[in-house]
Each structure stands twice: as structure tokens, then as C-alpha cells.
């Protein structure tokens, strides 16, 4: 009866952590995909930090979502596959906004790979650590 209560419970956190991140993913899409009319940036590069930010963020709920899924080796490789799904919808994402009025900034991707390359690093070391605590 544990493993069933148990079981239940895992797979209710993995809904809801499910709908916080696809959540954050949409909303992610909708903001870079607002035509700007004025420039917003007060400071150079700010946009920058902005990039690596929200996609970083990305990267540390993806690793949140999928940390409950197999062993360490596994999750670590799943971890790392979500990266590169990442980097490519950065990618096309910056293509995409070209068509709202907005430009393709090949910075603006790096600045995508560097956040998500963070957050995953960030997240993997959160789990690495656990998995050595839990020897």
C-alpha cells in the first residue's frame, strides 16, 4: 500500500512540476515574441543578461521536472538531451522573432546556451551531490 500512496505522490509532483515548467515555456515564447515598438534596454547588454536568465531558468525547471526520472545515469543524460533541445529551440526562437518585427541576434542565442549550459550545470551538480550524500 506505501508504494501505491507513494507512487501517487511522485506522480502528482511530476504533473504539477510538469505544469510549472510548460508553463514557464509558453510564457518564455510569448515574451520573445512581442514586437518591441521602443528600444527597452536602459543598460548595453542588459538584454543579454535577460537571455541567459530566462533560458537558464528554463534549463533548472526541465532538470527539477526530470529529476525524479530513473537513476542518476540516466537522469544525467536525459539532463544533457534537454540541453540541445534547448539550444535548438533558442535558435529557432531567435528566427522566429524576426517575423514579429524583432531581430535574429546571433549573441542573443549564445547568451541562450550560456544560460541553459548554467542551469543545467547547476542543476547536475544539485543532483550529483545528492547522489554522493545518498551512498
Not at 515598438?37 to 526541465?62: M, N, R
Not at 530513473?70 to 533541445?85: D, K, T
Request: with cysteine; hydrophobic share 45%; aromatic share 12%.
Amino acid at each position: 500500500m506505501t508504494s501505491i500512496v507513494s507512487d501517487h505522490h511522485v506522480s502528482q509532483r511530476r504533473f504539477r512540476y510538469t505544469l510549472v515548467w510548460g508553463g514557464y515555456w509558453l510564457l518564455l515564447f510569448v515574451i520573445m515574441h512581442v514586437p518591441i515598438t521602443a528600444p527597452v534596454s536602459l543598460v548595453k547588454g542588459s538584454d543579454k543578461i535577460a537571455h541567459f536568465s530566462l533560458y537558464g531558468l528554463l534549463a533548472v525547471l526541465g532538470g527539477i521536472r526530470h529529476r525524479m526520472s530513473g537513476s542518476h545515469n540516466q537522469w544525467i543524460r536525459v539532463l544533457v538531451l534537454w540541453a540541445f533541445v534547448f539550444a535548438a529551440y533558442g535558435a529557432l526562437d531567435e528566427y522566429l522573432q524576426t517575423y514579429v518585427g524583432r531581430t535574429c541576434d546571433a549573441m542573443d542565442w549564445v547568451a541562450d546556451v550560456c544560460g541553459i549550459a548554467t542551469g543545467t550545470v547547476v542543476i547536475g551538480l544539485s543532483r550529483w551531490r545528492k547522489h554522493i550524500k545518498d551512498r
